[in-house]
């Protein structure tokens, strides 16, 4: 059993709090950490926590615990992870780990300096549908990866500590593209390197610093293509969808509207929906397991049961750190316009892992593609090895 101190009462300490609380768990909250007296209270009353308090480095330093949940605003990630790491506990940050990669630099380093447990909190690598098509893929069902699509889109965050650059560290890129990012790292390959970057970012609604729309490339060592397409300005609710395409198959995956449980209502039932629905009436994509279907449930099974089997959850701060240096350069991108390089300290593999796909048809041709054609012919598009000439060969039904 983990004891564990929880910092935040906001959106995410609330999902956390029900995931590992919730099936009976053995795990159990001990102590709430939240800047309110009365929400810290209140909270630990809803969720049988028998301590709460409003100051941060007490919540950390309880004797009773012995791992660290971080769901604090991103300026504040920094400062709870070192003060857990200093404490010798196993600390587990929310995404984005930073805003920088400079500075989740130094969140890695401090917790590995002081030999504690890291765990990154990214959900949605942890989705029911995304382990499942993970394995998938694991076991070649879709060959080489060549095209990772990742997109998280809705109206904007529930917060003003979002929306202001200084605390978040940037908009949409930051907030959402961190997922999707890491969702595309995890179909193309972690042991990949991602080399460069071309990404697009606007201010396009709203009144702010920051860009709330953004769509980005990151290319791997492979050749392989990660693209993430995240908004603050899509309007209809929260839309999670991922495409991966390989040599061999492809993989669509939609986890929250239109997943299969479609309702329409005239007059609503005066609560709440989903995360980030616009409407309570009209046609709604209400979630059954909200907690399973972001990835939380597993994520924590994971996190939890790699810390009792001491080993590597399956994300990790040096993951974290990764996808910081990755969105360091998409920033740089969109302000350059140009493909940037990016910029970090490389611990996977070196080799680029790229070859040529060269099908034998005959002697001399290697297969380009075969068609099916209306009539019943079926064609097959060919190369000549002698002089590479593209010809075509037709075989009547
Ligand atoms: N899918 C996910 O993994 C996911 C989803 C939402 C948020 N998050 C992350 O969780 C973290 C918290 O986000 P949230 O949605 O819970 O935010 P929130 O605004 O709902 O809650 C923030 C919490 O931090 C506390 N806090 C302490 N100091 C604060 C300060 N100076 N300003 C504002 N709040 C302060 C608040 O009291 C509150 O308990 C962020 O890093 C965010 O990116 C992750």
């Known amino acids: 059993m983990h004891k564990i101190t929880m910092l935040g009462t906001g959106l995410i300490g609330l999902f956390y709090t029900m995931s590992i609380h919730g099936n009976r768990s053995r795990d159990q909250v001990k102590v709430i950490y939240s800047r309110s007296e009365e929400r810290g209270s209140k909270f630990a009353q809803e969720w049988n926590i028998p301590r709460y308090t409003t100051d941060l480095k007490a919540a950390i330093e309880d004797p009773e615990t012995d791992t660290v949940v971080v769901g604090l605003p991103n300026n504040l990630h920094e400062e709870a992870c070192t003060l857990a790491a200093q404490a010798g506990k196993a600390v587990l940050c929310t995404k984005p780990l930073a805003r920088t990669g400079a500075e989740a630099k130094r969140i890695l380093d ?3 300096k002081a030999g504690v447990f890291h765990g990154y909190l990214e959900d949605l690598v942890y989705t029911p549908k995304t382990l499942k098509a993970l394995n998938s893929v694991a076991n070649g069902a879709l060959g080489k990866v060549l095209w990772a699509r990742s997109r998280e889109t809705h109206p904007g965050p529930h917060s003003s500590w979002f929306w202001d650059k200084e605390m978040s560290g940037g908009g949409a890129i930051i907030d959402l593209g961190c997922h999707c990012v890491e969702i595309a790292r995890n179909f193309i390959g972690k042991d990949l390197r991602p080399v460069e970057v071309m990404c697009w970012a606007d201010t396009q609604v709203h009144p702010i610093d920051a860009e709330d729309h953004s769509i ?35 993989i669509w995956l939609n ?11 005239a007059v609503g039932e005066g609560g709440y929906v989903a995360e980030k629905a616009e409407s309570d009436k009209g046609w709604l994509f209400p979630v059954g397991d909200e907690v399973g279907g972001l990835g939380y449930t597993e994520m924590f099974n994971d996190m939890f049961n790699s810390m009792d089997a001491n080993k590597k959850p399956r994300e990790d701060f040096y993951d974290g750190y990764v996808v910081n240096c990755i969105l360091d350069a998409c920033f740089k991108s969109a302000a350059s316009k140009q493909w940037e390089p990016i910029e970090l300290e490389w611990r996977g593999s070196e080799d680029a892992g790229k070859e040529a796909f060269m099908t034998e048809f005959d002697a001399d041709h290697f297969l380009i593609k075969e068609e099916k054609m209306p009539d019943g ?18 075989v009547e039904a």
Not at 218 to 246: C, H, P
Not at 255 to 260: A, F, I
């Open 110 to 112: 401090v917790c590995e």
């Open 216 to 250: 980005g490339l990151v290319k791997y060592a492979n050749g392989a293509i990660g693209q993430f397409e995240v908004s603050w300005t899509f309007r209809g609710g929260m839309d999670l969808r991922d495409e991966v395409s390989g040599t061999e198959g492809t």
């Open 255 to 265: 986890h929250w509207l239109r997943t299969g449980y479609e309702m329409f209502t």
């Open 377 to 394: 012919r079926t064609k097959y598009i060919l190369k000549e090895k002698a002089g590479g000439k593209v010809v075509q060969k037709v």
